[in-house]
T-cell receptor, first 113, second 113 residues
Framework: AQSVTQLGSHVSVSEGALVLLRCNYS??????LFWYVQYPNQGLQLLLK??????LVKGINGFEAEFKKSETSFHLTKPSAHMSDAAEYFC???????????FGDGTTLTVKP | DTGVSQDPRHKITKRGQNVTFRCDPI?????LYWYRQTLGQGPEFLTY????????KSRLLSDRFSAERPKGSFSTLEIQRTEQGDSAMYLCASSLLQGDTQYFGPGTRLTVL
């Protein structure tokens, strides 16, 4: 079984501030982990993924995430928020022998000028 | 690589009518997934195919839902006797390998009146 919990359904930061979006997972086997971004009325776009190589994963648009097995976490960070980062972010887990991904409920990021 | 496409983008129907959605995956991808997303929630897995074989269906998927991928290329999702609770965004995704990144289409937004 696999599950994802995203702590905080809404996060608001000022432009230029650190972005931290939290994700904790549960998986019975070593998982693959993903972060996706979704803009209004669009599909999901991959930001980054963890597949058991380096625990610190760098993605697009300056985002990165760190896989911490001991904490079962995969938090997403960005050092300096831009207005264009305002969107909904989803964390997802995929067990390596499963087809489907399980998604968290999402975190809406608001960036204030 | 033209990405995953879905048709139509929007569908409004009356309760009790049947609807069919189409998904065209990335051409070399042999895995295709259907998800449903309601407001404020993450995508929820419905079913997935490897080539033309339907390998898994969610237990949440009622008998009114059926999906096909007859030639291992495009897929259709049909909902019979639609209900207001079927109103959602229906997302299609494809991947090359099991556990690999799933690339999402723009979705079909269904509104049942």
């Amino acid at each position: 079984a696999q599950s994802v919990t995203q702590l905080g359904s809404h996060v608001s930061v000022s432009e230029g501030a650190l972005v931290l979006l939290r994700c904790n997972y549960s998986s019975s086997v070593p998982p693959y982990l993903f972060w996706y971004v979704q803009y209004p009325n669009q599909g999901l776009q991959l930001l980054l993924k963890y597949t058991s190589a380096a625990t610190l994963v760098k993605g697009i648009n300056g985002f990165e995430a760190e896989f911490k097995k001991s904490e079962t976490s995969f938090h997403l960070t960005k050092p300096s928020a831009h207005m264009s980062d305002a969107a909904e972010y989803f964390c997802a887990v995929n067990m390596r022998n499963a087809g489907k991904s399980t998604f968290g409920d999402g975190t809406t990021l608001t960036v204030k000028p | 690589d033209t990405g995953v496409s879905q048709d139509p983008r929007h569908k409004i129907t009356k309760r009790g009518q049947n609807v069919t959605f189409r998904c065209d995956p990335i051409s070399e991808h042999n895995r295709l997934y259907w998800y449903r997303q309601t407001l404020g929630q993450g995508p929820e897995f419905l079913t997935y195919f490897q080539n033309e074989a339907q390998l898994e269906k969610s237990r949440l998927l009622s008998d009114r839902f059926s999906a096909e991928r007859p030639k291992g290329s495009f897929s259709t999702l049909e909902i019979q006797r639609t209900e207001q609770g079927d109103s959602a965004m229906y997302l299609c995704a494809s991947s090359l390998l099991q556990g690999d990144t799933q690339y999402f289409g723009p979705g079909t937004r269904l509104t049942v009146l």
